[in-house]
């Protein structure tokens, strides 16, 4: 199916592609997609827990409110009252 692009900017950008790299507007779309899905591809697991474990240390920075309560009670054993 063919796609339009209704964007001039971004139809100046596929020009500016096409002629900086020789190719046709198609192959320079095509490779310019390309390169972006194996770029997406290229983050780990591993990447995207190092950045939830940055979040965390990040909330674990801010001090408690002086003004804070615990709204739920807990018996001994760490259960709701």
Do not use: C
């Not at 046709?24 to 095509?30: C, E, F, I, M, S």
């Not at 002086?66 to 807990?74: G, N």
């Amino acid at each position: 199916m063919p796609i339009q692009i209704a964007n001039p900017d971004v139809v100046a950008k596929i020009e500016q592609l096409s002629r900086a790299t020789g190719l046709g507007k198609t192959a320079a779309v095509d490779a310019a997609v390309s390169r972006m899905l194996t770029e997406m591809g290229t983050a780990t697991l591993d990447d995207a827990w190092a950045r939830v474990l940055g979040i965390v240390d990040q909330l674990h920075a801010v001090p408690p409110r002086a003004d804070a309560f615990e709204a739920v009670q807990y018996d001994e054993h760490g259960l709701p009252e």
